[in-house]
Structures are given as C-alpha cells and as structure tokens.
C-alpha cells in the first residue's frame, strides 16, 4: 500500500504519544506558561538562552536545570509584557548570533496559547514570539 500526502501530513503533525519519555530520552527542558506546557527546548538552546538571560538585569525567563523547566519571571505576567520582554531577549540574541535559526527572521510574530479556557484575552494568547524562533522554543508551527 502506498503512502498519501494525508498519510504523511498526519505523520508530520503530531506529537509522539511518549512526548514525556522522549523529552526525558533527549534531555529536553519543558516550556510552561502558567502550568502549560508549550513546548521543550534542548539543552543547547537552553545553553544559548542562559548565557543571554543571565546578563539581564530582569530576566524575562527562569531557567530551572534540576527540574528542567523554562518559565517566565512573575513580573511578566501578561500577554503583553510576555511578548515585548521576549521580542527584545530574541532582538538581542539575533545581534549575538546566539541561535542560528534567528537568522532567518521573518517579522512575523507568532502566537503561543496557554491552553487555558481562563486566558487573559478571548483569543487566549500567553505571548507573541518571531516565528523563527518558535523552533528553538519548542512550538509547534503550522504553515
């Protein structure tokens, strides 16, 4: 039997039943906004974010090695505040060359829901990140 284009969409765009135990595998950290998990990065990419991250004066993220975890500092607790906090941390890394997929960055802002029925907002967007830097952050991205 051969292969359809459905067949191999359904195969690109789904997420492995054992997401924990592959995220575990890989060592990967989670990306959780406000008790949702978004997304996982790998430790390098948690690398490259630490090493710009630690030179805030605020840190937009909170970088958990032991539990694995990336979160945002309370103080951004907002659709708004989580996406400029995040649009300058990416402007800053795309200056450093700190991930190489920020090369290709596309000005296009990319919306994260949380998952939540109780969001902010009607459209339940936790931040706005540029869509080159959705891969580094774990999300998932259609189109």
Not at 69 to 82: E, I, V
């Amino acid at each position: 039997m051969s292969t359809t284009l459905f067949d191999l969409v359904s195969q690109c765009n789904s997420v492995p039943d054992d997401i924990g135990a592959v995220a575990e595998r890989e060592g990967l950290y989670q990306f959780t906004i406000g008790g949702i998990l978004v997304g996982h990065l790998s430790a390098a990419d948690i690398a490259g974010l630490k090493g710009v991250v630690q030179r805030q004066a605020e840190p937009v993220f909170i970088i958990d090695d032991y539990q694995r975890t990336l979160t945002f500092n309370d103080k951004y607790g907002d659709c708004a505040s989580r996406s400029a906090a995040v649009a300058e941390l990416l402007a800053q890394m795309r200056s450093e060359k700190t991930w190489a997929s920020l090369s290709k960055w596309r000005d296009e802002m990319y919306p994260v829901y949380d998952g939540s029925s109780a969001a902010e907002s009607s459209t339940g967007v936790a931040v706005m990140i540029e869509r080159a830097a959705s891969y580094n952050f774990g999300i998932r991205t259609y189109g």
